[in-house]
């Protein structure tokens, strides 16, 4: 599907923040979801962060009271706002859409090119 553009990414010590932004198309801003995942090397995908067309969201256990994920629908961009960082959360950023089809089953949208983030100790 579309291409999503991130970015944010950066270096940074540990502790502190970055805002990483996700331009998004209008068919994918009005998925059920915006998702933002993480690759770290030799790791799963997993995901982070997770905010709905309603504005309810999730968070992984790892991030969560840290990253603070927000959507602005007049500029079709998903934010993530990542504050305490640690060096585990060192990794590539990446979001999607994720659509729900009438039988219940999910379709995902394609992946952008994905944020470097990198926490030093």
């Known amino acids: 599907q579309v291409q999503l553009v991130e970015s944010g990414g950066g270096l940074v010590q540990a502790g502190g923040s970055l805002r990483l932004s996700c331009v998004a198309s209008i068919r994918d801003f009005t998925a059920n979801a915006m998702e933002w995942y993480r690759q770290a090397p030799e790791k799963h995908r997993e995901m982070v962060a997770r905010?709905?067309?309603?504005?309810?969201?999730t968070y992984a256990e790892s991030v969560k009271g840290r990253f603070t994920i927000s959507r602005d629908n007049a500029k079709t961009t998903v934010h993530l706002q990542m504050n305490s960082l640690k060096p585990e959360d060192t990794a590539v950023y990446y979001c999607?859409?994720?659509?729900?089809?009438?039988?219940?089953?999910?379709?995902?949208?394609?992946w952008g090119q994905g944020t470097q983030v990198t926490v030093s100790s």
């Open positions: 905010i709905s067309r309603e504005g309810s969201t």
């Open positions: 999607r859409a994720a659509y729900r089809a009438a039988n219940g089953d999910f379709l995902f949208g394609s």
